[in-house]
């Protein structure tokens, strides 16, 4: 620190000793045996030496270091932040598959179970379908039997009354005593 102090007078009376080689008529100001470039010498060197007894330089740099310290914690922060990010459109993004592959899981068996029920309803309607056929031919028959019945029933009537009527025209007593007797001798 002295020699630093010592270094600057020195430049200062040089300056001063060149001034006054150069200078033709006119004397520079002085106090104390120094210009005023010798006191601006001197207290630059003074506030240099009170910097460094003080520690100055190294509050700078340690001011710088927590800066760059926070600037790392800040970029470590926005690290950490990105990283999370991605996990988070990676989880995202695996979710929105997950759901698109169960939607298509979704379609695939509805679209199976509509086939079902379709198959299902065929099947119902051409049973149906059989059923109805048969009550149908079956109610035919039973109308059919029926009819003959009927028919039959209308058959034996007329032929009953035609019976009727011809033994009546036919058969008096004399004709019944024959028949009789021809029964009992046939006995």
Same mark, same amino acid.
């Given at each position: 620190?002295? &020699? ?33 470039g010798m006191w601006v010498a001197l207290s630059m060197?003074?506030?240099i030496a009170i910097m460094v007894w003080k520690k ?8 710088? +270091? ?12 926005? !690290?950490?932040?990105r990283a999370e990010a991605e996990a988070l459109r ?33 099947? $119902?309607?051409? +049973? ?9 031919? $079956? ?30 025209? &036919?058969? +008096?007593?004399?004709? $019944? !005593?024959?028949?009789? +007797? ?6």
């Amino acid at each position: 620190m002295a &020699n630093l102090l010592a270094l600057a007078v020195t430049a200062a009376a040089e300056h001063g000793a060149a001034a006054g080689e150069h200078g033709g008529g006119h004397a520079e100001p002085a106090a104390l045996g120094l210009t005023p470039g010798m006191w601006v010498a001197l207290s630059m060197a003074l506030l240099i030496a009170i910097m460094v007894w003080k520690k100055v330089p190294a509050l700078i740099a340690s001011g710088l +270091d927590s800066g760059i310290a926070e600037i790392r914690k800040q970029l470590d922060e926005a !690290k950490a932040l990105r990283a999370e990010a991605e996990a988070l459109r990676k989880e995202y993004a695996d979710k929105i598959a997950g759901a698109e592959k169960e939607a298509a899981e979704m379609l695939a068996h509805a679209q199976h179970e509509a086939q079902a029920i379709v198959a299902r309803a065929e099947a $119902d309607t051409t +049973d149906l379908i059989a059923r109805r056929e048969r009550m149908a031919e $079956d109610k035919i028959a039973a109308a059919e039997r029926g009819a003959v019945a009927e028919l039959r029933a209308k058959a034996a009537e007329a032929a009953t009354s035609a019976a009727r009527g011809l033994i009546a025209a &036919n058969h +008096d007593a004399k004709a $019944d !005593k024959a028949l009789v +007797d021809g029964a009992i001798a046939g006995l």
